[in-house]
């Protein structure tokens, strides 16, 4: 049982930035394949980004084609806290902001579906104005 917990939303100009956190505990997420999903009234949750340890000494990054190039996902795993820096915001970006704990060792197909997730944040509000 983890409990995940977001910060960092807020209001924003569109091109403008913002940088999210997710702070764990109850368990590491060292080698857990962790995520960010985001959610609009009315519609399903859409996955964001995603990040799996590779077996190695490294960890693979993924990202919807709508945010790719624009943002980053990272962690520090001594604070056990996962990060989404958000560039060049545009309106369509404007959501209800989830990070996510995947269910045991997702294969890569797995990772674009909310079901695969075990563990949610409460969320933050990303609002990009017009």
């Known amino acids: 049982q983890v409990h995940l917990v977001e910060s960092g939303g807020g209001l924003v100009q569109p091109g403008g930035s913002l940088s999210l956190a997710c702070a764990a505990s109850?368990?590491?997420?060292?080698?857990?394949?962790v995520g960010w999903f985001r959610q609009v009234l009315g519609k399903e949750r859409e996955f964001v980004a995603a990040?799996?340890?590779?077996?190695?000494?490294?960890?693979?990054?993924y990202y919807s084609n709508s945010v790719k190039g624009r943002f980053t996902i990272s962690r520090d795993s001594a604070k056990n806290t996962l990060y989404l820096q958000m560039n060049n915001l545009k309106p369509e970006d404007t959501a209800l902001y989830y990070c996510?704990?995947?269910?045991?060792?997702?294969?890569?197909?797995?990772?674009?579906?909310?079901?695969?997730?075990?563990?949610w944040g409460q969320g933050t509000q990303v609002t990009v104005s017009s």
């Open positions: 109850g368990r590491t997420l060292s080698t857990s394949a």
């Open positions: 996510a704990r995947y269910r045991g060792s997702p294969l890569l197909s797995s990772l674009w579906v909310s079901e695969s997730v075990d563990d």
């Open positions: 990040s799996r340890w590779n077996g190695g000494a490294a960890y693979n990054s």
